[in-house]
């Protein structure tokens, strides 16, 4: 079983700023995966950034890179430079492959993140 | 790119009918899940199937039955709609099983209305 906790209903960062979203999570596997969704206004979730547990380098995509904590069970995630199309709820989500039914993956309750011009 | 298409973007039903939401895979996926979405609860899990005529219960299957007759087609079907059934329906796919080089693909989602 597993869990995903994000303590950030909203945040609100001024354009060109950069700001952190948290994310917790716990698992009693020791490989799992770990991801950060983006769901912008037109409602289709899109994948932002994947970690995997083995691997201790953070992941990067562009502005969008990770800070992974894995003996304290925390994924935030930074945006850096932020523009006004980072507009969206984005959710962390959770992995556990060896894990019963869908892959095991398990979605917090999502951040609603702004960019204020 | 692969695309996941949902039959429907709004869908308005009265209580007590038979609804169904239908998605469509184009790349072959093995996987498919069907997601609630609700403001503050996130993405719960429905149902989800790993094969063709394969079905299995997630979170929250109460209320609600699928059907996978094809691999490129998944459909939720609420046997009986009530209100507290109104939410934003997700459908998603993937290539394989607990394989995390293949993440969720979604489609643009259903927004169900049931009065």
């Known amino acids: 079983a597993q869990t995903v906790t994000q303590s950030q209903p909203e945040m609100s960062v001024q354009e060109a700023e950069t700001v952190t979203l948290s994310c917790t999570y716990d698992t009693s596997e020791s490989d799992y995966y770990l991801f950060w969704y983006k769901q912008p206004p037109s409602r289709q979730m899109i994948l932002v950034i994947r970690q995997e547990a083995y691997k201790q380098q953070n992941a990067t995509e562009n502005r969008f890179s990770v800070n992974f904590q894995k003996a304290a069970k925390s994924f935030s995630l930074k945006i850096s430079d932020s523009q006004l199309g980072d507009a969206a709820m984005y959710f962390c989500a959770c992995q556990e492959p060896s894990g019963g039914g869908a892959d095991g993956l398990t979605f917090g309750k999502g951040t609603h993140l702004i960019i204020q011009p | 790119d692969v695309k996941v298409t949902q039959s429907s973007r709004y869908l308005v039903k009265r209580t007590g009918e038979k609804v169904f939401l239908e998605c469509v895979q184009d790349m072959d996926h093995e996987n498919m899940f069907w997601y609630r979405q609700d403001p503050g609860l996130g993405l719960r899990l429905i149902y989800f199937?790993?094969?063709?005529?394969?079905?299995e219960k997630g979170d929250i299957p109460e209320g609600y039955s699928v059907s996978r007759e094809k691999k490129e087609r998944f459909s939720l079907i609420l046997e009986s709609a009530s209100t507290n059934q109104t939410s934003m329906y997700l459908c998603?796919?993937?290539?394989?099983?607990?394989?995390?080089?293949?993440?969720?693909?979604f489609g643009n989602g259903t927004r169900l209305t049931v009065t």
């Open positions: 199937s790993y094969d063709v005529k394969m079905k």
């Open positions: 998603a796919s993937s290539l394989a099983r607990g394989d995390a080089n293949s993440p969720l693909h």
